[in-house]
C-alpha cells in the first residue's frame, strides 16, 4: 500500500529514534507548522487577518509557537508583529467602544485551537493507517515509543468505526508489552531510591520518568 503524505511521515518517525508518542509528536510537528505558515505566510490573506483579529491564543499554542521559533531562529519576527499588532490595535479600540468586549463573543477562542480542531482526528487516521500495515507494525513493535493513552483509545475507536477487530488484536498485545517495559523501568527507578541500593540508575530508567509523564498527557 502507498502511504499519503502524512502516512509516510509518520513511519518515517516510527524507524526514527524515538521513545515518547509517536502520534503526539507528529501532531506537535504538524501545529507548528501550521502556525508558523500562518503567523509568516499568510499575514497577506484577508480572511486570515479577519479571522483572527479578536480572537486570543491559548497556553498550548503560545508554548509551541514560543519554542518553534527558539528552534528555527532563521525566521525573522515580522510577521507575527504586523498581526500581534493589528490584534492588539483592534481589540484595544473595542475595548474602547465596548468595555464588555461584545464584538470578541463569536471567535473568543484561542484561534489556532479552531483552525487546527480537525487536526488530531486526520493524525490519527494516518497513524492507523501506517500501524495496520505489516511493515508500520513491525517497525512499532521494534522502537521505544509508546502510544500515550489518550491517542492510544483514539486508535482504538477509529479501528472500532472501521469494525477492524484484526488491528485490535494486533496493535493491543504490542502496546500493553511497552506499557509492562515503562512500568519495569519505572519500578527499577524508583527501587534504586531505597538507601541500601549501590546500583546505579541507567538511562533508561531514567527516561522512563519522562516518558510516563508523557503517556499520560491530555491532548
Ligand atoms: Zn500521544
Ligand atoms: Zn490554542
Redesign the pocket.
Known amino acids: 500500500m502507498a502511504f499519503s503524505q502524512s502516512e509516510h511521515d509518520f513511519f518515517e518517525l516510527l524507524k526514527g529514534d524515538i521513545n515518547?508518542?509517536?502520534?503526539?509528536?507528529l501532531?506537535e510537528e504538524r501545529v507548528k507548522r501550521s502556525m508558523k505558515v500562518l503567523l509568516y505566510e499568510s499575514i497577506t490573506k484577508r480572511q486570515f487577518r479577519k479571522d483572527i483579529r479578536f480572537s486570543r491564543i491559548c497556553r498550548k499554542h503560545y508554548d509551541m509557537f514560543n519554542q518553534s521559533v527558539k528552534e528555527d531562529l532563521t525566521v525573522a519576527g515580522l510577521g507575527p508583529a504586523i498581526i500581534f499588532w493589528d490584534m492588539i490595535k483592534s481589540q484595544s479600540e473595542e475595548m474602547d467602544k465596548n468595555p464588555l468586549f461584545k464584538k470578541r463573543q463569536k471567535s473568543q477562542d484561542c484561534y489556532f485551537c479552531s483552525y487546527l480542531e480537525t487536526l488530531p482526528e486526520r493524525i490519527t487516521q494516518s497513524a492507523y493507517n501506517v500501524l495496520k500495515d505489516p511493515k508500520g507494525t513491525k517497525s512499532f513493535k521494534d522502537t521505544q515509543a509508546v502510544?500515550?493513552?489518550?491517542?492510544?483509545e483514539r486508535l482504538l475507536k477509529v479501528a472500532g468505526k472501521n469494525k477492524d477487530k484484526a488491528f485490535i488484536h494486533t496493535i493491543q498485545p504490542i502496546q500493553k508489552a511497552k506499557l509492562e517495559r515503562l512500568t519495569d523501568q519505572l519500578r527499577q527507578f524508583i527501587d534504586k531510591h531505597d538507601y541500601a541500593n549501590h546500583v546505579k540508575i541507567t538511562q533508561e530508567e531514567a527516561l522512563s520518568l519522562k516518558i510516563a509523564f508523557?503517556?499520560l498527557?491530555k491532548?
Request: contains cysteine; aromatic residues 12%.
Open positions: 515518547g508518542c509517536p502520534i503526539c509528536s501532531e502510544v500515550c493513552f489518550d491517542h492510544f508523557q503517556t498527557l491532548i
